[in-house]
């Protein structure tokens, strides 16, 4: 992951004997889709002018006005070490453009660029983001398919030979660094089969095709161990679920814009006013940054997952924690969003929500550092503590009512996301589920 040029990519391929190169993209909903070519068609594809259909992509456009063309970022080349044996193939993320040469509002990354711009005009220069997703590891079945089975009982932080996922484990990180990544930690979490890798920040769309990227060398490398990898929120009833904290921070001119080694709890007004628009839009930005019918299944009381909007220097049951480390390391992380947003789209509706405070010199409110969960309803209401949106149905319905975050999303984007959520929610609501047989079939 370096800068390129064309020249640099042209003779890139050459070297090390790729055979196709697979140009990448992100639907609405989150998922890599790709364009696969082989490596004779590299100058076509260095020169924007691969098309391809996008009607056929969910959320994007109508039959009639189907043609996108690719416009491939030449600084996320890379090469998938897992493809040496059959010819390798390296990829390009590609921005999509129109046929006019615009760039498309249905894309994310895209999207978040120009949520960006709105930053840089209010006098920052970078917005760094460092993840921590989390998955479950299942056994695969005979024909392939993922089973309920774990493939440990492991703990938080376990060794082997309780935690059997450590190979698999070792095995991503290895191919995540051949690829470039900067691994920070690896380790079992709280959840028996549950499982984290940290790397290290980076800008805003760097970090967000870098947590593309993870998924799929997650996912690739677990089959090849006869394991099942996903980043479902809440696969399994009774223990946690998966989360994918956003650690954010500002920059202005090299500079951290949240540290001041002057300012209370040595944050600065900038980072004061961030967590005030965080908090004043945290319902709204629920449905971007939890956007499946199954996360709202880990936004409950007892599994660490934060349920109240609240944020704190000390405890980890409020939605925004402020990390111990300060200096150039001064972050706010954002504790609510699951591993199925699409991060484009999460970090875009993020940036927006503290940039609000910042543009309107909001005034956060006053730290919670007690346990949120040992506290009552009265307590919560005292405190002024509200609850996030129980529902996908409840937090589609919040984000339609706010302003800022669907100016984050773009009138493209949000008319198709919030079409497609509530088929989903439609969906989820007139299924009969078992759990409704298991209560009522005999009693009724």
Not at 208 to 225: G, P
Not at 235 to 251: I, K
């Amino acid at each position: 992951m370096g800068k390129y040029t064309r020249e640099d990519i042209q003779r890139l391929a050459k070297e090390q004997d790729v055979k196709y190169i697979r140009l990448q993209f992100t639907d609405i909903l989150g998922t890599i889709k790709n364009v696969e070519i082989p490596v004779s068609q590299l100058d076509k594809a260095l020169d924007n002018k691969m098309m391809f259909d996008g009607s056929s992509i969910e959320g994007f456009v109508r039959i009639e006005e189907s043609d996108m063309q690719l416009y491939p970022d030449l600084d996320t080349w890379v090469v998938f070490p897992w493809t040496a044996e059959k010819g390798k193939v390296a990829r390009l993320i590609c921005d999509i453009y129109t046929p006019e040469g615009e760039p498309f509002a249905g894309d994310p990354r895209a999207n978040l660029k120009r949520v960006l711009e709105e930053m840089k005009e209010l006098g920052f220069t970078d917005f760094n983001l460092g993840p921590e997703p989390e998955f479950f590891l299942f056994k695969l079945d005979e024909k392939g398919e993922p089973t309920l089975e774990l493939n440990d009982n492991g703990g938080y932080f376990d060794l082997a030979p309780t935690d059997l996922g450590e190979n698999c484990r070792r095995d991503i990180v290895l191919e995540l660094e051949e690829m470039g990544f900067e691994i920070e930690a690896s380790h079992h979490e709280v959840a028996p089969g549950q499982h984290e890798i940290d790397f290290k920040y980076a800008d805003a769309v760097t970090a967000c095709d870098n947590i593309q990227t993870f998924k799929l060398v997650v996912k690739t490398i677990a089959r090849k161990h006869g394991l099942h990898a996903t980043f479902m929120p809440k696969p399994l009833f009774g223990v946690n679920g998966s989360g994918m904290h956003m650690n954010l921070s500002l920059f202005k001119d090299g500079q951290n814009a949240f540290f001041d080694e002057s300012g209370e709890l040595k944050l600065s007004e900038t980072a004061y006013q961030f967590i005030a628009g965080t908090v004043k839009n945290a319902e709204a930005f629920t449905a971007i940054c939890n956007p499946t019918v199954n996360s709202y299944k880990r936004l409950v009381p007892g599994y660490e997952a934060p349920c109240y909007v609240a944020w704190s220097g000390q405890n980890r049951s409020p939605l925004i924690r402020i990390p111990a480390s300060r200096g150039m390391s001064t972050r706010v992380e954002v504790r609510s969003v699951d591993p199925s947003a699409n991060p484009y789209l999460a970090m875009a509706v993020l940036l927006k929500a503290g940039l609000d405070g910042i543009k309107n010199k909001m005034e956060a409110p006053a730290p919670v550092d007690r346990n949120i969960y040992a506290m009552d309803k009265e307590e919560r209401e005292a405190e002024g503590l509200r609850d996030l949106p129980a529902t996908l149905a409840a937090a589609l319905e919040v984000l339609k009512k706010n302003d800022t975050i669907k100016d984050a999303l773009g009138e493209h984007i949000l008319e198709h996301f919030i079409e497609a959520k509530e088929i989903e929610w439609d969906m989820f609501r007139t299924q009969v589920h078992p759990w409704e047989r298991e209560q009522y079939m005999s009693m009724y």
